[in-house]
């Protein structure tokens, strides 16, 4: 006597396509099986060791980019660990100026990872600028009229950090297409040590041009912005933990000098891409007496001295601009044309 057993759908008149499926087995070809990826012209030609010299000439950032092209790139950039460290020793060079602690500071604190250190670690950035965007009302002058008209004043604050400890700074009512060509020029000679990322960062940055015939940051009008290129000016400053202390004392003046205190953080790890303004104040010095350039490590900043002046207002955070994107940023529109704050 045979006995049927009938499928579920035929004892209770119910299709279940998904049943058939029940007992077969997928077979997963072997790596042997698979067929080999053909390699790109440039991986054909450049050795990974020759390859490696050239990510190292990369500033952080680009190295990043770079990893994100392929995965030959991806593999050179985390087996070779030595092209994090090199770039976290530009980032950290002032902050943890001596090497052993910040391979202490690595192993301890970051599991032996240089890239995670640079990623999660707070530092400045050099490859581009930061800028802050500062608004006030100010009423007009009624002539005729029974309205009080009211303008809306919009003006920014730019900062640029180089490796070497020194900045730039600028208050300008230009948005920062027309303004980075300014801040792209150095106005006193500056030397780095080592090579590679850190030399170029030093030097003049030659920004993207703007093809657009109307984009911002193009024709007659920005090249009438720069010309005030004495507007920039610069001094150091001193990094602590995530706090920077920047100082410069202003042009034709030997006791007036401006002091900022940031706040590093980022709005996505590895991003370090804002600056929050704590404050800024106006020191006025005796004329005549020496006048520091380097931030002292604990300066007096006694708001209730008649030489202190501590402004409140304009105090927006900075939003990181990169180099090339100088031309295509939010902070190029005007300010009926922006529905949104940055942050």
């Known amino acids: 006597m045979t006995l049927h057993i009938l499928p579920v759908e035929c004892l209770f008149g119910l299709h279940r ?4 499926l029940y007992g077969n087995r997928l077979q997963v070809p072997s790596a042997a099986l698979e067929k080999e990826t053909e390699l790109a012209l440039i991986q054909q030609s450049i050795p990974n060791e020759l390859m490696v010299i050239i990510l190292g000439f990369l500033e952080p950032y680009a190295l990043g980019k770079a990893a994100l092209v392929c995965r030959q790139w991806r593999i050179l950039s985390e087996q070779h ?5 090199h770039a976290c020793n530009e980032a950290l060079s002032l902050s943890i100026p001596d090497r052993g602690e910040r391979q202490k500071l690595m192993a301890t604190k970051y599991r032996f990872s240089w890239k995670r250190m640079f990623i999660h670690h707070p530092h400045l950035r050099f490859d581009g600028l930061y800028a802050a965007r500062n608004t006030y009302v100010r009423t007009g002058v009624v002539e005729f009229t029974n309205h009080k008209p009211v303008h809306l004043v919009s003006y920014f604050r730019y900062y640029r950090f180089l490796p070497d400890g020194t900045f730039l700074y600028r208050t300008s009512p230009y ?5 980075a060509k300014s801040m792209a020029q150095l106005p006193f000679p500056v030397l780095c040590a080592g090579s590679g990322s850190a030399a170029g960062q030093c030097a003049a940055v030659r920004l993207p041009r703007n093809r657009g015939p109307g ?3 193009g024709g007659k009008e920005w090249q009438a912005a720069d010309k005030d290129g004495a507007a920039v000016l610069w001094g150091h400053y001193v990094v602590k933990g995530n706090k920077v202390h920047c100082t410069l ?5 030997t006791s007036t000098e401006l002091h900022c205190h940031l706040a590093m953080w980022s709005t996505h790890p590895g991003a370090s891409n804002r600056l929050a303004i704590e404050s800024i104040i106006t020191r006025d010095r005796e004329l005549g007496s020496t006048a520091e350039l380097v931030p002292q490590q604990e300066p007096n900043t006694d708001e209730g001295a008649p030489s202190v002046k501590s402004h409140t207002r304009g105090l927006a955070p900075c939003v990181f601009v990169p180099w090339e994107q100088v031309h295509t940023s939010p902070l190029n529109k005007l300010s009926h044309e922006m529905d949104f704050m940055i942050v």
């Open 17 to 20: 396509p998904w049943l058939s």
């Open 81 to 85: 660990p030595r092209l994090w460290e």
């Open 175 to 179: 948005v920062v297409s027309k303004v």
């Open 215 to 217: 984009g911002p940051g």
């Open 249 to 253: 004392v202003y042009p034709n003046s």
